[in-house]
C-alpha cells in the first residue's frame, strides 16, 4: 500500500475534519478569494459550526499531508484543495473502483 494514500486516509479519517476539507473542496472551484464565498478560517469555523482554532487546526492537519494549500489575499488567509492531490485521490478511488468490478462476485 501506499504511504501517501494512508496518510490522507488518516487524516481524512476525523469526521469533523472530513466536513472542514469537503467545504474546502466545494469553495476550491474556480478559486477566486474575491468572491463571496470564501474558504478563509472564520467561514469554515462558521459552516461547519466548529470554533475558529478548531477550523485551524483542522486546516493545518490537511496541510500537512498536502491536501491543501493557502494563499495570502490581503489580511486573509484562504484555503485550497490542491490539483496534484485531488488527481492522486480519483486515481486510486478509480483504481480500486476498477478492481473491484473485475471481481465476479
Not at 472542514?20 to 469555523?45: N, Q, W
Not at 496534484?84 to 483504481?95: E, F, G, H, P
Request: a positive charge; one cysteine or more; proline letters at 5%.
Amino acid at each position: 500500500m501506499d504511504d501517501k494514500l494512508a496518510q490522507y486516509y488518516r487524516v481524512l479519517s476525523n469526521p469533523v475534519r472530513l466536513r472542514v476539507f469537503m467545504h474546502i473542496a466545494d469553495k476550491s472551484a474556480g478559486f477566486a478569494p474575491t468572491t463571496k464565498e470564501e474558504s478563509c478560517i472564520s467561514e469554515i469555523s462558521r459552516t461547519v459550526g466548529i470554533p475558529q482554532p478548531t477550523a485551524s487546526n483542522h486546516v493545518k492537519a490537511l496541510k500537512k499531508v498536502g491536501l491543501v494549500k493557502s494563499t495570502s489575499v490581503g489580511t486573509r488567509c484562504y484555503h485550497y484543495v490542491t490539483k496534484d492531490a485531488a488527481t492522486y485521490l480519483l486515481d486510486q478511488t478509480k483504481y480500486i473502483y476498477d478492481q473491484a468490478h473485475r471481481n465476479p462476485y
